[in-house]
């Protein structure tokens, strides 16, 4: 080693840092490089298939310009406080009394990022507020916004994705009256404009409130209960002027009392929530906060959710939040533990019609999740491509020259790929179902993939749902890991010193609540069942809905493909055979299998659909190494079980609790 100069804290060696490019850049613009218009190649793709040919600036300018946003140090520095200065609970007053006016801290970086989100569009552009919103698919716009959004925004979009859920839920009762629930109509009419507001100082945010000590899963065992409130109760609120929420808007005329056991936009304005009443499981609403007597409600401009957290004229509703939930990640996310005690609500539709109600919530937040899902992905993977540009390793190689490094990392971009399209099918699909099949389809490439008539478009949506809030949310947490290990150790460190971009160890952590929140990956596969056995459907809607799509995509790919199709249609008649043959409850034992089958053909059908459109090389081969990786008949779905499923269910015990466990099921 002689001349070689030992290193130091200050000399030797440093790994240059990688720069992060912007996941999307205008057509056109300066920033633009010759062979692409984005760092992101799938997402400029998605958006040339769901949008007109040349990308309406209205859309193009406000993402460009959004991508660098989410990129800038002031924006990361947001981040990186999330994720650090955690909330907080403050219980009590001073003097030992409950307090009720201001219980919970959120970091300023959570309360910033709220806002740039809320300007932005990520709920608001799924309504029309442009003019353009009319003539496009406006949900795709919104999902584009959100894509971009995920790798910065330290999981503020979950009390998003609520508001967009609750705003689709209030949506449905515009219309009714006031009925036997007077305010009813102005309550609903008035939230739903600040959910879908692009002011923070006037939108809203929504809770939702359904887990319970006695399950999350299944619902039926809610132990919240809801009652009438009596003349007097309710005059007694008026003598006390606590008759309106914070905002001077009218209080319902139901009273909550219960335990919730997870409710993560805790600082929300308003919670959707499930609670028993004396005809069944009922949704409600309800404001977080009221008037305190005497006092001046807040008007619209003093109106934000920001400020009125920290206003001491009103107080809480009837909540009492007795914990928060220590975490692995979503650390800036305030989950908490709630008492409700006398907390004023109004009945949403019928009583008794609870899960029918919220499922309207739910559809939208796993539509959210899967997207979270894809976009944390996305940004692990720009952070794993940009160190193969300055890391070197065999003794001065660069890993972007690196074989082995190469393959392994393409492997993951094809699975990255094949998700985000699969997320943006069903955000297209949501778009059509709004907006109809004429406006989102006129001058774009989508045709084929969007059924004309809105059942069939709504079924299919109802199908891929639990299939890419499952399939994509598993996929993001091996993936960051992937993205991770490509890093070496640095991947495995909380890299906040220089601006937390190069975090991927946060990213990885706030990834795997997706597979486990909206519904477990067990759940989404009893879902799908649900919906393809559904005893009151007499036609297989399987082949009515999916089969029928996958064929039209089938058709219109490039013919080069012909030898793939064979294999998406030898997997199409694996999974038909399994919902065919099998009754509900076997098919349920074996639901993660049809979540594996209507993902892996979903994806095929939409990547070559992809790469027909301009036999893109590289598009060409992600198609061609996701059928062979992914679209296979898998081995285990050709052994056909026994036959006697008692015993498969059996063997299964075995494996799993070992031989002496003994059946409880009756
Ligand atoms: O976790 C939560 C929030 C975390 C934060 C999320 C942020 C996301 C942001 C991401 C970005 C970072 S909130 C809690 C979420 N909880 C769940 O997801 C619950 C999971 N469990 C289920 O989904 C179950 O399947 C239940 C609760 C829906 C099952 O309830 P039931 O009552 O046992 O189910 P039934 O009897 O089968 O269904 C009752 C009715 C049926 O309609 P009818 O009566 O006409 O046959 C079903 O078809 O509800 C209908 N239904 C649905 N309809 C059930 N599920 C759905 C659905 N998904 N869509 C439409
Ligand atoms: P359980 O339902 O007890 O599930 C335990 C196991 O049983 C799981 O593996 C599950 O897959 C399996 N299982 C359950 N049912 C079936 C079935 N039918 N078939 C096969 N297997 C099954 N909830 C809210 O309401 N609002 C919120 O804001 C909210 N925020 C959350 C934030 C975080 C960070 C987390 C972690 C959770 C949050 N939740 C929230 C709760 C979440 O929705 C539930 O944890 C989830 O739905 C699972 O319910 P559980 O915890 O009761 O688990």
């Keep these: ?67 660098r946003l989410v990129l ?37 970086g959570w309360r910033a990022l709220k806002q740039i989100q809320t300007r932005a569009g990520v709920v608001g552009y799924g309504y029309p507020h442009l003019a353009i919103h009319q003539s496009f698919n406006r949900r795709v716009h919104q999902f584009a916004t959100l894509h971009l959004w995920h790798g910065s925004c330290a999981v503020t979009t979950c009390p998003m994705a609520m508001t967009d859920g609750a705003a689709v839920l209030l949506r449905r009762h515009l219309n009714d009256l006031d009925g036997d629930q007077p305010g009813r109509a102005e309550v609903f009419v008035e939230s739903y404009k600040r959910l879908v507001s692009l002011d923070p100082a006037y939108a809203w945010t929504s809770g939702q409130w359904m887990t319970e000590r006695s399950g999350g899963s299944d619902v039926r065992g809610t132990e919240t209960v809801a009652r009438r409130m009596t003349a007097k109760e309710i005059e007694s609120d008026v003598v006390s002027g606590r008759d309106r929420d914070a905002h001077g808007l009218p209080l319902g005329p139901w009273l909550v009392d219960g335990f919730k056991w997870f409710s993560s936009a805790t600082d929300a304005d308003m919670a959707v929530l499930l609670a028993q009443t004396s005809r069944g499981l009922s949704a ?32 809480m509703n009837g909540v009492r939040l007795q914990r928060l939930k220590s975490k692995l990640g979503t650390k800036g996310l305030p989950t908490a533990e709630l008492e409700l005690k006398g907390m004023r609500a109004f009945l949403i539709g019928t009583e008794g019609q609870g899960v029918k109600e919220i499922s309207a919530v739910l559809n939208i937040t796993r539509l959210y999740t899967a997207s979270a899902g894809a976009g944390y992905l996305a940004r692990g993977l720009a952070v794993s491509r940009a160190y193969t540009h300055v890391r070197r390793v065999r003794g001065g190689q660069l890993l972007c020259d690196n ?73 993001s947490v091996s993936g960051l890991r992937a993205c991770m290990e490509s890093l070496g150790g640095v991947g495995y460190c909380e890299n906040n010193d220089d601006g937390g971009v190069l975090n991927i160890a946060r990213l990885f952590r706030d990834s795997v609540v997706g597979t486990i929140w909206e519904g477990t990956t067990s759940v989404m596969a009893e879902d799908v069942v649900r919906v393809l056995k559904n005893p009151k459907v007499k036609v297989s809607v399987l082949d009515r809905v999916f089969g029928a799509w996958m064929r039209a995509v089938l058709a219109a790919v490039d013919p080069t493909f012909s030898k793939e199709c064979e294999t998406v249609n030898n997997r199409y008649d694996a999974l038909q055979n399994l919902v065919d043959k099998l009754d509900a409850d076997q098919l349920h034992r074996r639901g993660r299998e049809v979540l594996d089958h209507i993902e892996a053909i979903a994806c095929a059908c939409l990547l070559m659909y992809d790469a027909s459109v301009d036999r893109d090389i590289a598009a060409m081969a992600v198609a061609r190494r996701w059928i062979v990786t992914n679209a296979l008949p898998l081995d285990k779905v050709q052994q056909d079980s026994s036959g006697d499923w008692t015993k498969e269910v059996d063997l299964d015990r075995r494996i799993y609790l070992g031989p002496d466990a003994v059946s409880l099921m009756t």
Excluded at 86 to 102: A, D, I, M, R, Y
């Design 403 to 475: 074989a082995q490094h190469l393959a392994w990392m393409a492997d993951e971009s094809v699975k990255y790929r094949a998700h985000t399209h699969l997320v943006f099918l069903g955000v297209a699909l949501l778009g059509a179902s709004e907006q109809g099949h004429e406006a989102v389809v006129a001058s774009t490439r989508a045709g084929v993939l969007i059924p004309r008539n809105k059942e069939t478009v709504d079924t299919l949506l109802r199908i891929l749902t639990p299939v890419m809030k499952a399939q994509v949310t598993l996929n």
């Design 72 to 108: 800038h140090p002031s924006t990361l520095a947001h981040t990186v406080d999330c994720d650090t200065d955690v909330p907080t609970l403050h219980p009590l007053t001073t003097f030992g009394e409950e307090n009720k006016t201001s219980p919970l801290r959120t970091s300023e």
């Design 284 to 315: 409600f609403y309800a404001p977080l906060r009221r008037c305190v007597g005497g006092s001046s409600p807040l008007g619209t401009e003093a109106g934000s959710s920001e400020s009125s957290r920290h206003d001491f004229t009103s107080e």
């Design 1 to 67: 080693m002689d001349g070689c100069k030992p290193s130091s804290a200050t000399s030797g060696f440093f790994q240059a840092s990688p720069t992060i490019p912007p996941q999307y850049s205008r057509p056109g613009s300066s920033s633009t490089s010759d062979h692409d218009t984005s760092d992101d190649t799938v997402l400029s793709r998605i958006l040339s298939i769901y949008l007109p040919n040349t990308i309406p600036s209205e859309i193009s300018k406000p993402l460009h310009d959004f991508s």
